[in-house]
T-cell receptor, first 114, second 112 residues
């Protein structure tokens, strides 16, 4: 039972264009959503997050949109740069008994071509 | 990844041996999480610990796996009698008072 789904295993974008990474979830109890970026042989690096009380959060070139009714979130990167090439993980969270348990999608490999 | 220290980065074990993975959380963080990433998969939650307490171990396999976070020293994830299926990247994360986790660089376990 996969509660967080990233249906595109890979995405290829031209430098300067917009990258849109998508994520769907099934558990309506999730109240906090995060995007992590991961390079090979490194740990995931926190990128941006959004609370369920918001529908948009922006940080520089990165914007996360949340559509609660559709249980869908997306990460927009604009303009895309070659250094953005990495695997992007969507994660969803709910606090239970003081525990912050993140549920991750399988990731989308983004390639930004020069 | 800033501040969460994991070692070793790579660990090779033969079937039946024990694997010990260590994690020191970020300064000021007293909550430690362990996640496992199998090839072509996302990260899967294993266990959540605070100092001297296991809070949530719902993601831990029932046998051979154990975790601790003593009052002094790093958190340890121990895998006894390793099998090939244990080969994976194991990530530790720590958490501040707010939301979200900060991950270490991981330990790549290879079982021969």
């Amino acid at each position: 039972d996969q509660q967080v789904k990233q249906n595109s295993p890979s995405l290829s974008v031209q430098e300067g264009r917009i990258s849109i990474l998508n994520c769907d979830y099934t558990n309506s109890m999730f109240d906090y959503f995060l995007w992590y970026k991961k390079y090979p042989a490194e740990g995931p690096t926190f990128l941006i997050s959004i609370s369920s009380i918001k529908d948009k959060n922006e940080d520089g070139r990165f914007t996360v949109f949340l559509n609660k009714s559709a249980k869908h979130l997306s990460l927009h990167i604009v303009p895309s740069q070659p250094g953005d090439s990495a695997v992007y993980f969507c994660a969803a969270s709910v606090r239970q008994g003081g525990s912050e348990k993140l549920v991750f999608g399988k990731g989308t490999k983004l390639t930004v071509n020069p | 990844n800033a501040g969460v220290m994991q070692n070793p980065r790579h660990l090779v074990r033969r079937r039946g041996q024990e694997a010990r993975l260590r994690c020191s959380p970020m300064k000021g963080h007293s909550h430690v999480y362990w996640y496992r990433q199998l090839p072509e998969e996302g990260l899967k939650f294993m266990v959540y610990l605070q100092k001297e307490n296991i809070i949530d171990e719902s993601g831990m396999p029932k046998e051979r796996f154990s975790a601790e976070f003593p009052k002094e020293g790093p958190s340890i994830l121990r895998i006894q009698q390793v099998v090939r299926g244990d080969s994976a990247a194991y990530f530790c994360a720590s958490s501040p008072a707010g939301r979200g986790l900060f991950f270490g660089s991981g330990t790549q376990l290879s079982v021969l």
